[in-house]
């Protein structure tokens, strides 16, 4: 559960903010209730289960929920990859041939990553992140996540972990040969910062800004939006409120009634990347 760290509201959580403060947080384009974003790091020192969730356009069962993902790569040790989408060409009887045979590295789709890079998995891709990979994820909320493959490891127990092979399977999208890694498009801007749009889905716009300089009027008080600091430090600034300081690793949520609001970057080699929920 995310804390408030500063201000009055210090030391409640984002679920009694919601709850008290619901239009002042959310704005006009969110409807009060569930927080509809998942904001997270990613510590890869092994790789992770191979996992497929349902997309919105799939037969849900009781209790599922849809979720796509955003992965931004913070850090990659050398010859890093994830794994998003199918081998072109794979069918489900491949699929099902190379799990059976523990061999399932064979007909995902294999993506070299580098700090910067960043990934979409929507809903129905199957995926898995490598070892060696930092990576802010930014997802839907949802905590439906069916795994269909764990690379032949055992848990603590020293049996298999447990499998979602029959949802996974119905979940998949078995024509995914898209290749996932996006190519990030710069954005006008009226200073020096550089500003580039990593991905824009009905879900979430997706910024990053290289801070040089002031960046004024950010936001326009129709959501929230979420600041996450790649690299540097920056302050946060409006025009009722004291000045928050942002760090390097941490993220700051700015309640779409503080809007709009000023960053101010405090150290050189600032990177921010900035959240905007859609509509969904």
Known sequence: MSVISNGHLAGRSLQEIAAAHGHDLYGKRCAPGGFPLLVK????????????????????????????????????????????GLRPGTGKPDFLSAIEKGKVESVLRRVPVQTGDAVYVPGGRVHAVGAGCLLLEVQQSSNTTYRVFDWNRTG?????????????????????????????SPLPSSTANRRERVIQTDLFDIER????????????????????????????????????????????????????????PATSGTIVIRIIPGTL
């Open 156 to 184: 603590t127990d020293g049996k298999p972990r447990q499998l979602h092979s029959k949802e996974a399977l119905e979940s998949m999208a078995w024509n995914d040969f898209t290749d996932p890694k996006l190519v990030v």
């Open 41 to 84: 790091i990613l510590d890869a020192k092994q790789k992770l289960s191979v996992q497929v969730h349902p997309g919105a356009g799939t037969r849900l069962p009781t209790g599922a929920e849809p979720k796509s993902e955003l992965w931004y790569v913070l850090d990659a040790k050398e010859g890093s990859s994830v794994f998003a």
């Open 209 to 264: 800004i290289a801070l040089t300089t002031a960046e004024e009027g950010i936001g326009k008080g129709a959501s929230f939006e979420i600041l996450f600091m790649v690299s540097g430090n920056a302050r946060v600034e409006n025009a009722t409120d004291g000045p928050t300081e942002v760090r390097a690793g941490s993220a700051c949520l700015v309640p779409a009634a503080v809007q709009p609001y000023r960053l101010q």
